[in-house]
């Protein structure tokens, strides 16, 4: 049994290695985790710290994403932004009638399973069950992948960078061959080894994103979606870092009282431009998991409220504490800038 994906010409040149994590979809991914009876030891202590912080808005979800499986691909639209969680539930909430119809019919086809009366509003497009969905959605991603969020970028930014020398020491060819070892590459077929799937995956010249994940499992995940097809592969062979307990803001740490005062992601790109000096644009947005137009609306916002000053150098945007941004994170006293922000 396996989902063979097959690659034209066109396809092999359009491979892409993507900028990080899709926050969505290890938000997903993470549901489906959440829910095993036997996570393994790779998530069990992250499966124990989460059960005891599941807000009640998210039960529902579960409907939509067993643990095992696939879920209807709406819950993970394809974005312009696929980095920041919000683009993507907003995305999430404008989905048509009609493809809400279809992948839940085709998801009750696929699992043989009833939904709960609730569903039929969703498939209707109800907006209130959509921004119940979307509402569950962002709950989640709040709760159980943002505190995560500096693990996340450590992992999936060695896997990419591992994976990047790969592509530019040996070629795509070294890349598809040892990129995960349930994959088998038999140009131009990547074949990938599927207890519960018999099928083809035709890319017919819209190319593949190889997305690095840490909830996918212990074997990559593909995402057949309309635009650009992912396949996502696993970034973790060992025990998943746990936070030992909730960000507190009265902590007094600057990460956390950053975030309280200006939000996770803003306090992130400050905080960012407080560890390293003079960081651009496109480093800040890889740090942060997001993409460079969410840095630069945030960095726009912290400009023009005198915490940061930006020097341009050709294309690049280089971006500094002013005196009161400093002040703010605590580094006019000599305070180590070391910690990070991370979302609440």
């Given at each position: 049994m396996a989902l063979r994906i097959h690659f034209t010409r066109d396809d092999l040149l359009r491979v892409s290695l993507g900028d990080g994590v899709h926050p969505l979809h290890e938000t997903v991914l993470s549901l489906r985790v959440l829910q095993r009876r036997r996570p393994g030891a790779v998530y069990?202590?992250?499966q124990r710290w989460a059960r005891r912080r599941v807000p009640h808005s998210v039960h529902p979800l579960r409907a939509l994403v067993p643990p095992q499986g696939g879920c209807p691909d709406f819950l993970t639209p394809p974005t312009l932004d696929a980095y920041d969680v919000d683009v993507g539930v907003d995305a999430l909430l404008h989905t048509p009638k009609q493809v809400l119809r279809s992948e839940l019919r085709e998801f009750t086809q696929y699992t043989g399973k009833s939904l709960p009366s609730w569903a039929g509003s969703l498939a209707e497009g109800c907006p209130q069950t959509l921004e119940a969905v979307g509402g569950a959605l962002r709950d989640w991603h709040r709760t159980a992948i943002a505190p995560m969020q500096p693990h996340l970028r450590e992992r999936t930014e060695a896997a990419r960078s591992s994976a990047?020398?790969?592509?530019l020491g040996e070629g795509l060819d070294a890349l598809l061959s040892r990129l995960h070892p349930t994959l088998r590459w038999t140009p131009p077929v990547l074949e990938l080894a599927r207890p519960d799937v018999d099928g083809d995956l035709r890319l017919r010249g819209r190319g593949l994103r190889l997305v690095p994940s840490l909830f996918c499992g212990r074997a990559p995940v593909v995402q057949p979606t309309s635009d650009v097809p992912l396949l996502m592969f696993p970034v973790c062979d060992d025990v998943i870092w746990t936070p030992e307990r909730e960000p507190d803001a009265r902590d007094g740490a600057p990460g956390r009282t950053v975030a309280a005062l200006l939000g996770p992601t803003r306090a992130m790109v400050l905080l960012g431009i407080a560890?390293?000096?003079?960081?651009?644009?496109?480093?800040l947005a890889r740090r942060a998991g997001v993409s460079q137009p969410t840095v630069s609306?945030?960095?726009?916002?912290?400009?023009?409220s005198g915490l940061i000053s930006t020097h341009r150098s050709g294309t690049r945007a280089y971006h500094l504490l002013t005196p009161l941004g400093a002040r703010l994170v605590g580094q006019d006293r000599g305070q180590t800038s070391g910690q990070r922000a991370v979302d609440p």
């Open positions: 069990g202590s992250w990047a020398r790969i592509l560890e390293e000096h003079g960081p651009t644009t496109t480093e609306h945030h960095t726009t916002v912290l400009r023009d």
